[in-house]
């Protein structure tokens, strides 16, 4: 059972351009909802995150957009750049132990 | 201020074998969880343990693997008589206290079972 549902699967996006990637969870008990960025052969960095109790936070280019009553959550990269073009992976986790419920990864590329 | 560190990076086994799989959290960490990455696929969590104690191994695969975090030296994941399907990317991830939500990865032992 797929807990968190990520799209699209893969995104190009012109230098400068708008990169939107989607999750949706149906755990209602998730309460923390980071997402990870992730070079080839490296390990996941933690970019943004989020709690139920906003509905939108910015961290320079990148925001998170909550929808709670949705149960979706999103991920904006203003004016994207090549050194953007990355894996993305959302995850959410919730209760004591906070291990993490990772999307499939959304792969991003950047043209010039 | 070291990350995460994870070693070997890479490692090759034949079928039968065992895999080691090193991980020394942050300086001042005392808790790491392990995830494991298949192909195309988003990380999966496996198990959760502090030093000396597993908190939830509940994504563990009930044969082969187990995971222990002494109270001197790295966590260690072990998969016993490895097969094919055993290759992937394994990644451990420490987090400064229980209860504490924000993770940070190591780079990975990317795992390949010949």
């Known amino acids: 059972q797929q807990q968190v549902k990520q799209s699209p699967q893969s995104l190009i996006v012109q230098k400068g351009g708008i990169s939107i990637i989607n999750c949706a969870y149906e755990n209602t008990a998730f309460d923390y909802f980071p997402w990870y960025q992730q070079f080839p052969g490296k390990g996941p960095a933690l970019l943004i995150a989020?709690?139920?109790?906003?509905s939108e936070k910015k961290e320079g280019r990148f925001t998170i957009s909550f929808n709670k009553s949705a149960k979706q959550f999103s991920l904006h990269i203003m004016d994207s750049q090549p050194g953007d073009s990355a894996t993305y992976f959302c995850?959410?986790?919730?209760?004591?132990?906070?291990?993490?419920?990772f999307g499939k990864g959304t792969l991003l590329t950047v043209n010039p | 201020n070291a990350g995460v560190m994870q070693n070997p990076r890479h490692l090759v086994r034949r079928r039968g074998q065992e895999a080691r799989l090193r991980c020394s959290p942050m300086k001042g960490h005392s808790h790491v969880y392990w995830y494991r990455q298949l192909p195309e696929e988003g990380l999966k969590f496996m198990v959760y343990l502090q030093k000396e104690n597993i908190i939830d191994e509940s994504g563990m695969p009930k044969e082969r693997f187990s995971a222990e975090f002494p109270k001197e030296g790295p966590s260690i994941l072990r998969i016993q008589q490895v097969v094919r399907g055993d290759s992937a990317a394994y990644f451990c991830?420490?987090?400064?206290?229980?209860?504490?939500?924000?993770?940070?990865f190591g780079p990975g032992t990317r795992l390949t079972v010949l």
């Open positions: 989020i709690r139920p109790d906003v």
């Open positions: 991830a420490s987090v400064v206290d229980r209860g504490t939500d924000t993770q940070y």
């Open positions: 995850a959410a986790s919730g209760g004591s132990n906070y291990k993490l419920t």
